[in-house]
Nanobody
Framework: VQLQASGGGLVQPGGSLRLSCAAS????????MGWYRQTPGKQRELVAA???????KYADSVKGRFTISRNNAKNTVYLQMNSLKPEDTAVYYC???????????????WGQGTQVTVSS
């Protein structure tokens, strides 16, 4: 099982980026998926999460600017980031809470991280 993230890059303040993360492998079910971010010297923090039923949760710092969504048929989660600020600069990681085939418990799987830099 692996999660492949993509879509990071360099953007000017006020700009937009869209991150994607696809889960693949012997997956029985994909439950909550989410995005976290981390900057040097700081703990990884939750940015947004979405359940399999579509319920969402956002960090206060991104409410109104970021939108998380998912395509259950493709086991993919997206993060649309608008009105980006320099303080959004971080490595963004996707998380999938998955049940793999032939197991009856959920585990956390992380993507490899994608750099988002907001700078003029």
């Amino acid at each position: 099982v692996q999660l492949q993230a993509s879509g990071g890059g360099l953007v000017q303040p006020g700009g937009s980026l869209r991150l994607s993360c696809a889960a693949s492998g012997s997956i029985f079910s994909v439950n909550t998926m989410g995005w976290y971010r981390q900057t040097p010297g700081k703990q990884r923090e939750l940015v947004a999460a979405i359940t399999s039923g579509g319920n969402t949760k956002y960090a206060d710092s991104v409410k109104g600017r970021f939108t998380i969504s998912r395509n259950n048929a493709k086991n993919t989660v997206y993060l649309q980031m608008n009105s980006l600020k320099p303080e959004d600069t971080a490595v963004y990681y996707c998380l999938g809470k998955l049940v793999v085939t032939n197991q009856n418990y959920e585990n956390d799987y992380w993507g490899q991280g994608t750099q988002v830099t907001v700078s003029s």
